[in-house]
């Protein structure tokens, strides 16, 4: 049976973020209050995803915007929620971000609950939804590949 197109009501962008620290290449996580995830935002009219995913993580973890750059793309998602009985069709467009610059987590606390860097193994055992654990898993084969740019493939 063919897919059906899906519509989104919603799309937002965000991504998985990651520094060398000195447990090696760490990824950052955030908590809402109940499920830990990846930082991620609506994306506004006009805006490219790209934007929004360096706006959102910018925003959520409080990293400096421009020691952050996309590295590669990551798997969209696509999932359907219902909030006040609505349905809400979501699109998330998922990038790898690396932070060029200081690491220091200072998550916004009226967006985000906590944020933390772990490795990638602590990371897929924290996080709960598949889309997340897609993302997490596509970017450290990226890095284990050591491709030109991410922290594995840099001198």
């Known amino acids: 049976m063919p897919r059906r197109s899906f519509r989104p009501t919603e799309v937002s962008a965000g991504g998985v973020v990651l520094h060398r620290g000195a447990q090696g290449v760490e990824v950052c996580l955030i908590n809402h209050g109940r499920y830990w995830g990846l930082p991620k935002g609506n994306v506004e009219p006009g805006e490219r995803a790209e934007d929004t995913a360096l706006r959102e993580i910018a925003e959520e973890t409080g990293l400096d915007a421009a020691t952050l750059r996309i590295l590669a793309n990551l798997p969209t998602s696509e999932y359907v929620y219902r909030r006040g009985g609505r349905l809400?069709?979501?699109?998330?467009?998922?990038?790898?971000?690396?932070?060029?610059?200081?690491?220091?987590?200072?998550?916004?606390?009226?967006?985000?609950?906590?944020?933390?860097?772990?490795?990638?193994?602590?990371?897929?055992?924290r996080v709960t939804f598949r889309d997340t654990v897609l993302a997490l898993r596509e970017a450290r084969a990226i890095v284990d590949a050591g491709v030109p740019g991410t922290a594995a493939g840099e001198p």
């Open 88 to 125: 809400i069709f979501k699109r998330v467009h998922h990038f790898l971000v690396e932070v060029t610059g200081p690491a220091e987590l200072k998550p916004d606390p009226g967006e985000v609950t906590e944020a933390a860097w772990l490795s990638f193994d602590d990371a897929l055992a």
